[in-house]
């Protein structure tokens, strides 16, 4: 027999589930704005001391031009980050309303929160066993394209670093159903644009969800686009 109060009670979960995952990834915009803020301070603080120090006039045309071009290169990048994560979070929005209005329709609820362990993992290039050998097929050659880049897995989210600046990412969620991730971002810094990051961290999401049994609802522009392209995505797309 239906039970409808254990059944709205677990609907009531899932969309607090959904609800908490959007709060990180707003935090995570918040974040983003946070450095925009600091490159515009930095641009200020050029152009205050390029106008109160006696020095400005021994500093060359090409000096001052590079100086400027790296502050405007910067805000640029992250302002299209901005954008970009802006695109995706509405775009992952109007499909998860959709969802939840059939979620509501039948009475079930299907999201679960086991991919957001709030954990912070640094990858290695390629996994191996104790014995040395590769343990998988899963090789991330791409990665050691750009020296000293890093990926760092963070709850339901990969990222490439090279020290402390993000150079690329992607971000999923659990949902819309029972072993299911909704693929919502993917992000390369401008100057990194035109190699293997995107494509990497995609491979990576893959990965992970074949060895998870976790089918793949790809709301990201870029995302879906390969899902189109790449046959060997079929195994775990999960078609709207």
């Known amino acids: 027999m239906r039970n409808p109060i254990k059944e709205l009670m677990g609907i009531k979960d899932s969309i607090n589930g959904v609800k908490n995952t959007m709060d990180e990834i707003k935090t995570m915009l918040d974040d983003v704005k946070g450095d925009v803020d600091n490159v515009q301070q930095k641009l200020q603080g050029t152009m205050e001391h390029a106008k109160s120090t006696s020095e400005k006039a021994k500093l060359s045309a090409d000096q001052l031009k590079q100086a400027l071009g790296e502050a405007s290169t910067g805000l640029n990048a992250s302002k299209q980050h901005i954008e970009s994560t802006k695109k995706d979070i509405q775009q992952t929005t109007k499909v998860i309303k959709g969802l939840f209005g059939k979620v509501s329709n039948n009475g079930h609820a299907s999201i679960s929160d086991t991919a957001n362990n709030g954990q912070t993992q640094a990858i290695p290039a390629q996994v191996t066993s104790s014995s040395g050998a590769l343990a998988d097929s899963h ?16 709850g339901p989210a990969y990222f490439v670093k090279l020290g402390e600046r993000v150079i690329g990412e992607i971000t999923y969620i659990p949902g819309p159903e029972n072993d299911t991730w909704t693929l919502n971002h993917t992000y390369v810094d401008p100057q990194f644009r035109g190699g293997r990051i995107a494509k990497g961290l995609l491979d990576e999401v893959v990965h992970a969800a074949r060895v998870e049994g976790k089918k793949i609802f790809p709301t990201c522009s870029y995302a879906l686009v390969q899902f189109k392209r790449d046959r060997s995505y079929e195994d775990v797309w999960l078609r709207a």
Not at 139 to 154: C, F, N, P, V
């Open 139 to 154: 090789t991330r050659s791409w990665l050691q394209d750009i020296e000293g880049a890093q990926l760092i897995k963070e």
